[in-house]
């Protein structure tokens, strides 16, 4: 069940914050809990088990390390949190890698080892990543155990952020799941952020999406270096209005039930270099690699071959969580040996540049950076690459160019106006306007807005989400 659906529109939404708020403070937790279950379970029921093998091994083990702790056998305590993150890291390399590292002996040693196409289960490398902040967090007495095994289940499960994040650490809704107050401004807020990551979602990432991928199935025989441009960006400016949009929704869905979940996106491609541009997308993802693998090797506080070496480490498993490919190890990758150039020799070149050059060579290594990201396979990587570059006889431009110029370009042109911060502002310039309606006309807009996505969903046959698959 994905949120941009008239399923959860329309039938599990309104029934869960119907169900939430008629039962007692002291049942929201349960209803909630029930909810989120459901919710994972509509598409693939049989990965409940697996995700509550996890919930249950996370609460055993956290307890184990809790109870050593407490009678000094720091030690034993450090070898069980090592037996814990041999747990989780077994769980999401079984379902996620194996086939993978089988297929990658076979082609790399001529093997011909068989094993069963293994299903991924939805959310798992977020869960997982849940678990291991969580662990993690115990073990250093930054947050106290949670004894309540339906407190931490559901801070595992809560099916806003379950499927794609963010990233919540369990130190910011520790004390939320045990009490939380909505206040009707809170819950329309919650609202109004849920309709503009549909709208986000729906109106924006779908129509780009559905462009990129009818330029995608063309025959290389069509190509155009244009036409392989145009795709290239329409991908870029969908992933983020699907991701972040997602987002969006899910930080509005918790506000609706009184949890505040940190942003993920701060307008990533006004970046003036892609190390700022990784500190403004999926954030709670790079906060995460940073307190839990980064600084742990030492940070930026060792020599500069070991900045490297974390950097490079932190990259290559960035790469790889994203997915089991060749094309997310090359891509984390991509950007590792990018940020660190930036780091020791590119910034003094960058920051005297005239800033629409920044900006200009953050975006051109960020759409090529996502060329790389799409495909399953090196050699279509390289394909369009040489395309987007002219390698070849390719033509540079033709009718069937034009043609999906022209269909894309009102959706890349609100695409770009919604990637730059002009809707803060404006919203700064109303705020300051005074006049009567003003409140109404606003709360206008965003029933306009529903009713505009519900539009598009009634036609719509194309509606996936990018990271699902992850």
């Excluded at 994972?40 to 050593?68: C, H, M, R």
């Excluded at 953050?362 to 996502?370: D, T």
């Amino acid at each position: 069940m994905v949120f941009s659906s008239f399923t959860f529109l329309y039938w599990f939404l309104p029934l869960v914050l119907l169900g939430y708020y008629l039962a007692r403070p002291a049942f929201q937790n349960y209803v909630l809990l029930a909810a989120s279950l459901v919710f994972y379970s509509w598409g693939e029921p049989k990965f409940v088990l697996v995700l509550l093998a996890s919930i249950a091994g996370n609460y055993g083990l956290t307890l184990w390390i809790d109870a050593l702790q407490r009678s000094d056998r720091n030690r034993q305590a450090k070898l069980v949190l090592t037996t814990a993150v041999l747990f989780n890291v077994v769980i999401l390399g079984y379902f996620k890698y194996m086939n993978f590292f089988v297929d990658s002996i076979n082609n790399f040693f001529g093997t011909e080892i068989l094993i069963k196409k293994i299903a991924l289960p939805l959310g798992i490398s977020f869960y997982t990543f849940h678990a291991l902040s969580y662990l993690f967090d115990v073990y250093r007495k930054k947050v106290e155990v949670q004894r309540n095994p339906v407190l931490l289940a559901l801070y595992f499960v809560i099916f806003p952020q379950m499927i794609a994040g963010p990233i919540v650490r369990y130190h910011l809704i520790a004390h939320q799941l045990r009490e939380r107050h909505v206040t009707l401004g809170m819950f329309a807020e919650g609202v109004k952020r849920f309709i503009i990551g549909l709208a986000k979602k729906v109106i924006i990432a779908n129509n780009l999406g559905l462009v990129a991928d009818e330029i995608s199935r063309l025959p290389a025989a069509d190509s155009t270096v244009a036409l392989t441009w145009l795709g290239a960006i329409c991908y870029t400016l969908q992933i983020y209005f699907d991701f972040s949009g997602y987002s969006d929704m899910a930080i509005g869905l918790a506000r609706m039930f009184g949890f505040q979940f940190p942003e993920n996106f701060n307008y990533p491609y006004i970046s003036k270099s892609i190390s700022e541009f990784w500190r403004r997308w999926h954030m709670t993802l790079g906060l995460w690699f940073r307190d839990y693998i980064y600084i742990p090797l030492g940070g930026n506080r060792v020599s500069r071959w070991k900045v490297i070496r974390n950097l490079s480490v932190v990259w290559a498993l960035t790469g790889l969580w994203h997915g089991a490919e060749w094309t997310f190890v090359l891509w984390g990758v991509y950007f590792g040996v990018i940020i660190i150039l930036e780091k020791f020799v590119l910034n003094q070149i960058l920051t005297k540049l005239w800033a629409p050059i920044q900006h200009f060579y953050a975006l051109f290594l960020i759409v090529i950076g996502w060329v790389i990201f799409r495909h399953e396979s090196v050699s279509d990587v390289w394909n369009d690459l040489c395309f987007m570059f002219g390698a070849g006889q390719v033509p540079w431009f033709d009718t069937r160019t034009l043609y999906y110029w022209m269909k894309a370009w009102p959706y890349l042109l609100v695409g770009v106006i919604g990637s730059v911060p002009v809707v803060p502002y404006a919203s700064k310039l109303i705020e300051n306007v005074k006049f009567s309606f003003k409140g109404h006309i606003v709360d206008a807009c965003y029933i306009v807005l529903f009713v505009l996505v519900t539009m598009f969903l009634v036609d719509a046959t194309f509606n996936p989400f990018i990271y699902f698959r992850f």
